[in-house]
């Protein structure tokens, strides 16, 4: 799939009560539920989740609230949450096998535990 049709399909995803439970707790969108099943994301699903208990989320009240990820897709794929969507300095990032996403980045929220696309974020 082109970069372009993919960027277009994410962004018909558009915030619903909807919500699919990961083996590990955390909780998504129908939009996440299309990247796992459709373009075989369910490694970011889990990279996401298993940061949730993690004490660098449970020992901040910010983070345990809301957080911006972004996925870069470069030579070396990291992943860094932010506190929020300014993204001055992320809370921590890690490393992630390479992939064949096609688009160069990719941001999600978890929004009250709830993972989403910035789509299906209402911000309320």
Sequence with gaps: MKPEELEQRLRQFLPSPTRH?????????DGLLYMVEELEMEWLVLAI????????ITES???????CWKFHNGS????FC????????????????????????L???VDKGV????????GS
């Excluded at 439970?21 to 969108?29: A, E, I, P, Q, S």
């Excluded at 989740?49 to 660098?56: E, I, L, R």
Aim: no cysteine.
């Design 21 to 29: 439970k990961h083996f590990t707790g955390l909780l998504y969108t």
């Design 49 to 56: 989740a298993t940061h949730q208990k993690g004490s660098s």
């Design 61 to 67: 009240k910010e983070l345990q609230t809301f957080q």
């Design 76 to 79: 070396t794929p990291i992943l």
């Design 82 to 105: 932010y506190k929020d969507r300014l993204n001055k300095s992320p809370e921590f990032g890690r490393q992630v096998r390479s992939t064949a996403f096609p688009l160069p980045e």
């Design 107 to 109: 941001e999600l929220f």
């Design 115 to 122: 993972l989403m696309l910035p789509s299906e974020y209402d």
